[in-house]
């Protein structure tokens, strides 16, 4: 019998499944610094193909593009504020100098040198891998894990997380310790983006900045979800996605249905989240048989996760029901960084525009990965 969560209880469910993706995450940290940044095909330079559908082959998506773009240089920061954050806790924050931003997929870290204060950074977790933040210590260990001994040596004045990463007691040592926790809902979407931007920059001082970069990121989304509309097929040529997690070397395979972020993504590539279409919510354990009703023309993963199940060959040895899909047949699986593909920070519409190349003129992004 197939259990649902209802919307009621779908944020709780989300939250707490992302620590346990952030524990079997753990098992490829790796992965992350294999993005691919800035080696991507534009979408306007991509040859489209005529028919998506009946493509055969897997194909991996790039970001064309990575650099950080702040809003500003030396943001004038408002402080002490005292905000209250995602837990519905009340955090007074006087001091920025030192800022610790953490989470599964780097995310707030992207954000707050966006926002301009980069400089103000102590620390990274292992997803945080673009250019600017590369050489900070890491804080996290075996993967996603948080160390307490190397956040505290940091002497951070602020750490901006969410629930994603764990042990949880590490964040209230962290507390205790009289640091301020600012916590940021791990609820992830590309809608959501502007939202946790605006939340981040509250925190921080700079909420002139924070409308700015939330604004910028809006009409970046808006103007490449159009840009996506124009070469996506429409009406019953959509293709059918879904997004596979998988982490083979511990047997883990979920599919990633309504409220967890992927249907989003799906939707705004001009696909079908059929995921959501059979009634699947939020993260939950593969089965065979919703694999197969599923239907799928076309199936995102991770990039670590298709290498966990020993690539494209491996990934059908382990999951044999994708042979009964029209996207085992044709072999469409698309891959991207796992620090990348569900991040929804600032650089949401370079994702989408990664994916769509992928999905709709894969030649095109092989061709520029390889230059």
Not at 225 to 237: E, F, L, S, V, Y
Not at 243 to 249: E, I, N, T
Not at 296 to 313: F, K, N, R
Request: hydrophobic residues 40%.
């Amino acid at each position: 019998m197939r259990t649902h969560w209802t919307r009621h209880d779908l944020k709780w469910p989300v939250a707490a499944l992302l620590v346990s993706a952030a524990l079997f995450l753990g098992g490829c940290a790796s992965s992350p610094a294999s993005s691919g940044a800035g080696t991507g095909a534009s979408l306007k330079d991509a040859t489209v193909l005529s028919n998506p559908k009946s493509h055969q082959g897997p194909s991996t998506a790039h970001l064309a593009a990575s650099e950080i773009s702040p809003v500003a240089k030396n943001p004038e920061q408002k402080l002490p504020v005292t905000v209250t954050d995602a837990q519905g806790t009340k955090v007074t924050i006087s001091d920025i100098s030192r800022i610790l931003p953490i989470d599964l997929y780097g995310t707030s870290s992207r954000i707050v040198f966006d926002l301009g204060l980069g400089k103000n950074v102590v620390g990274r977790d292992v997803s945080s891998v673009f250019p600017e933040i590369a050489q900070l210590p890491l804080v996290t260990h075996n993967g996603h894990e948080l160390n307490a001994e190397a956040i505290l040596e940091l002497a951070p004045t602020l750490i901006i997380t969410d629930s994603s990463l764990g042990p949880w007691d590490v964040v209230l040592q962290m507390r205790e310790a009289g640091i301020p926790v600012f916590v940021v809902d791990s609820h992830r979407s590309i809608e959501t983006a502007p939202e946790m931007i605006t939340q981040i920059a509250g925190a921080l001082g700079v909420p002139e900045e924070g409308k700015k970069l939330a604004d910028r990121t809006n009409s970046e989304i808006s103007a490449m979800q159009d840009a996506i509309a124009k070469i996506a097929p429409k009406g019953n040529d959509r293709l059918r996605m879904v997004f596979l997690y998988a982490r083979g070397q511990s047997g883990v395979y979920n599919l990633f249905g309504e409220g967890s972020g992927a249907d989003s993504l799906i939707t705004g590539l001009g696909g079908i989240d059929v995921a959501t279409e059979i009634g699947w919510k939020g993260m939950r354990p593969m089965t065979d048989e919703a694999l197969v009703e599923a239907k799928p023309d076309l199936v995102i993963m991770m990039s670590g996760g298709l290498e966990s199940t020993g690539g494209i060959d491996g990934i059908f040895d382990s999951v044999p029901a994708l042979a009964f899909t029209q996207a085992g047949e044709n072999k469409r699986i698309v891959d991207m960084a796992d620090s990348d593909v569900l991040s929804f920070g600032p650089n949401s519409a370079a994702i989408l525009e990664a994916l769509a190349v992928a999905v709709y003129a894969p030649d095109s992004s092989t061709s520029a990965a390889k230059q």
